[in-house]
């Protein structure tokens, strides 16, 4: 969510900070804006829309020097316009941010009453506003910086560069992830590796409450004590073909498609050389005295979450809480000893999820996360990570991290569930060799794409569709629902399918769509029961089941997808292809942006 970038460079800066920019359009933004320093003086151009109307714009009106700053906006305070753009400007001082102030209110009210009056509705103008008042009263650009950041209330990632100052940048975090390039002779500033990778692969990231001095030569961090912090410069191998469409239309497809791929790599770095054995990277937990888990996340990660729970309470026979990360924080649930807390987060950075990590931190919970990112705040204040090496993911409706999810938590549970004695080690091993099977068996649920296509068309006309599902199909159903909903804008509810009869069987009738999931599982036969339930009512039923499943069952339906038969371990996964291909061909089908949905961002790191 927003995206910024900042450049202290040796050559013209505007076109290296849009080619950054262009890495950070995943994370959504709906305006754009660069400025820059040259010869002492600053100037800034923005733009509505994406960043091509930005480029155009510096065709007409070209920006030059050496140093300057960028930023992608999702907006949150004000309409996404012009005038509202980033990077703010007051006077000597322009800003970039990423996140909420809290207190503007308070602090436009105080600046009014000075004479600062604000030309825009963001909070941000307020960051640039009042470290122009105190420029102004003679406190140098950093002083001025340093005290403006004192007042704010929020979370906040911000870049400032001052006029006069072509080889001075101020950044700074409090709750919003930001990144610092080490170049020769240069430096840059990025909300994550993947901005700067074609200009560095040193990186240094920022800690909670750090205030960052950068210039070309030097890189002054403070933590939040003021006290001069040694931070950790870091190798990051970001491969830039990872970042590519590699041919295909979007990302979403290419991603999709890499999936086999992606699992192979998750499921070997999980295990022993004979893939004999679940192995985990080194950490102090007793997994054999995990008695209950608390797991908590957003989203898609959410949906991971509710299916692992039947993992670990099936296998492991471990209870199970499962909470969407932005109800769990404010609630403050009593945290027994010896609670074990796992957090689920594509970029490791999703604020709610982060803040639930922080108080189950606080009442001395054992935290475990399961996160792409490793660098990440989630991964770094964890007792154990668990990484999906999955490789960058650029489409916003997650595809391969979602099911890299789903593989690292069940390799988790047939761990915690062999330490505890709850399956031997024939089970153990059995569990390993089914996991094993994902890459192929996913290899060919890909298979289906052409008959999806097809199927879409009519989905593209339906205004309400609905998505059953028993068992640890349930939250299956409701990934597939908001994966259609995401991006191709068609209202779409997940419900479990005993549930229908309790409210949901009203909305049947012959223009609603419902697709059953359905896999031969010992929950068949009463699914089985559910669709003919809606079939009775002139609902319009896609079946997706496998070759058994659709001899048994498919009389009637409108339409049908055949998958390969799977254990029932591997089900959630291998069923999660046809939700994806299903909302992807629904949108092309519909003429939407299946990478950048519209209001959405990739990583959610505000309220």
């Known amino acids: 969510m927003c995206g910024i970038v900042g450049v202290l460079g040796n050559h013209q800066v505007a076109p290296i900070l849009v080619e950054a920019l262009k890495r950070l359009e995943y994370r959504g933004y709906d305006s754009a804006g660069i400025a820059t320093v040259n010869a002492g003086h600053l100037e800034r151009?923005?733009?509505?829309?994406?960043?091509?109307?930005?480029?155009?714009?510096?065709?007409?009106?070209?920006?030059?020097?050496?140093?300057?700053?960028?930023?992608?906006?999702?907006?949150?305070?004000?309409?996404?316009?012009?005038?509202?753009?980033?990077?703010?400007?007051?006077?000597?001082?322009?800003?970039?941010?990423?996140?909420?102030?809290?207190?503007?209110?308070?602090?436009?009210?105080?600046?009014?009453?000075?004479?600062?009056?604000?030309?825009?509705?963001?909070?941000?103008?307020?960051?640039?506003?009042?470290?122009?008042?105190?420029?102004?009263?003679?406190?140098?650009?950093?002083?001025?910086?340093?005290?403006?950041?004192?007042?704010?209330?929020?979370?906040?990632?911000?870049?400032?560069?001052?006029?006069?100052?072509?080889?001075?940048?101020?950044?700074?975090?409090?709750?919003?992830?930001?990144?610092?390039?080490?170049?020769?002779?240069?430096?840059?500033?990025?909300?994550?590796?993947?901005?700067?990778?074609?200009?560095?692969?040193?990186?240094?990231?920022?800690?909670?409450?750090?205030?960052?001095?950068?210039?070309?030569s030097s890189i002054e961090i403070y933590d939040e004590n003021g006290t001069l912090a040694n931070r950790e410069m870091r190798t990051i191998a970001i491969d830039a073909a990872r970042v590519d469409k590699g041919g295909y239309k979007h990302f979403m497809a290419k991603e999709i498609a890499e999936q086999?791929?992606?699992?192979?790599?998750?499921?070997?770095?999980?295990?022993?050389?004979?893939?004999?054995?679940?192995?985990?990277?080194?950490?102090?937990?007793?997994?054999?005295?995990?008695?209950?888990?608390?797991?908590?996340?957003?989203?898609?990660?959410?949906?991971?979450?509710?299916?692992?729970?039947?993992?670990?309470?099936?296998?492991?026979?471990?209870?199970?809480?499962?909470?969407?990360?932005?109800?769990?924080?404010?609630?403050?649930?009593?945290?027994?000893?010896?609670?074990?807390?796992?957090?689920?987060?594509?970029?490791?950075?999703?604020?709610?999820?982060?803040?639930?990590?922080?108080?189950?931190?606080?009442?001395?919970?054992?935290?475990?996360?399961?996160?792409?990112?490793?660098?990440?705040?989630?991964?770094?204040?964890?007792?154990?990570?668990?990484?999906?090496?999955?490789?960058?993911?650029?489409?916003?409706?997650?595809?391969?991290?979602?099911?890299?999810?789903?593989?690292?938590?069940?390799?988790?549970?047939?761990?915690?569930?062999?330490?505890?004695?709850?399956?031997?080690?024939a089970q153990y091993r059995t569990h390993i060799a089914e996991l094993n099977r994902l890459p192929g068996l996913i290899s060919q649920a890909l298979g289906i794409d052409g008959a999806v296509q097809d199927i879409a068309k009519k989905l593209a006309t339906a205004q309400d569709i609905i998505f059953l599902g028993r068992g640890a199909l349930y939250p299956l159903a409701m990934e597939g629902a908001l994966k259609l909903k995401e991006i191709s804008y068609i209202h779409a509810e997940g419900y479990p399918s005993g549930e229908l009869k309790h409210g949901p069987i009203a909305l049947i009738d012959k223009s609603v769509p419902v697709v059953v999931m359905a896999p031969m599982d010992p929950l068949f036969d009463k699914s089985v029961s559910n669709m003919q339930e809606v079939m009775a009512r002139s609902g319009q039923v896609l079946l997706i089941s496998c070759k058994q499943g659709l001899k048994t069952a498919a009389e009637g339906t409108w339409a049908q997808i055949t998958m390969p038969t799977t254990p029932d371990l591997l089900a959630p996964i291998i069923y999660a292809i046809p939700a994806q291909l299903l909302a992807y061909h629904t949108a092309l089908a519909k003429g939407t942006d299946a990478d950048q949905p519209r209001n959405l961002a990739k990583s959610v790191t505000v309220e």
């Open 45 to 216: 151009r923005r733009a509505v829309g994406k960043l091509v109307n930005l480029s155009d714009r510096l065709v007409e009106e070209p920006l030059s020097g050496k140093a300057g700053i960028g930023h992608t906006r999702w907006a949150t305070h004000g309409a996404p316009t012009t005038l509202n753009a980033h990077p703010h400007k007051a006077g000597p001082v322009a800003v970039v941010h990423n996140g909420i102030v809290e207190n503007f209110k308070e602090l436009r009210t105080e600046l009014n009453a000075l004479g600062l009056t604000h030309e825009t509705d963001t909070d941000t103008e307020t960051v640039a506003l009042l470290t122009q008042y105190y420029m102004s009263q003679g406190h140098s650009p950093q002083e001025a910086a340093q005290k403006t950041i004192a007042r704010l209330e929020g979370a906040f990632a911000l870049a400032f560069l001052f006029q006069g100052e072509d080889d001075l940048m101020i950044a700074a975090r409090k709750g919003s992830p930001l990144a610092i390039g080490h170049g020769d002779g240069e430096a840059y500033v990025g909300s994550d590796a993947i901005a700067l990778a074609p200009l560095t692969d040193k990186i240094t990231y920022l800690e909670e409450g750090d205030f960052a001095v950068i210039t070309r």
């Open 260 to 425: 086999p791929s992606v699992l192979k790599n998750t499921l070997s770095h999980y295990q022993n050389a004979d893939a004999s054995e679940v192995e985990l990277p080194d950490h102090n937990i007793d997994l054999a005295h995990i008695d209950r888990l608390t797991m908590v996340a957003c989203g898609t990660a959410f949906y991971a979450a509710l299916t692992a729970k039947y993992w670990f309470e099936k296998i492991a026979r471990v209870p199970v809480d499962v909470d969407v990360a932005s109800e769990f924080r404010y609630r403050e649930p009593p945290v027994s000893p010896g609670t074990c807390a796992l957090f689920v987060s594509q970029s490791g950075e999703t604020a709610d999820t982060l803040a639930a990590l922080r108080y189950m931190a606080s009442q001395n919970a054992t935290i475990l996360s399961v996160v792409n990112v490793p660098e990440s705040s989630i991964a770094r204040e964890s007792d154990l990570v668990l990484p999906l090496h999955a490789g960058v993911e650029i489409g916003v409706a997650s595809t391969k991290a979602f099911t890299a999810q789903l593989a690292v938590l069940a390799l988790l549970a047939i761990k915690i569930a062999y330490a505890r004695g709850a399956i031997d080690a």
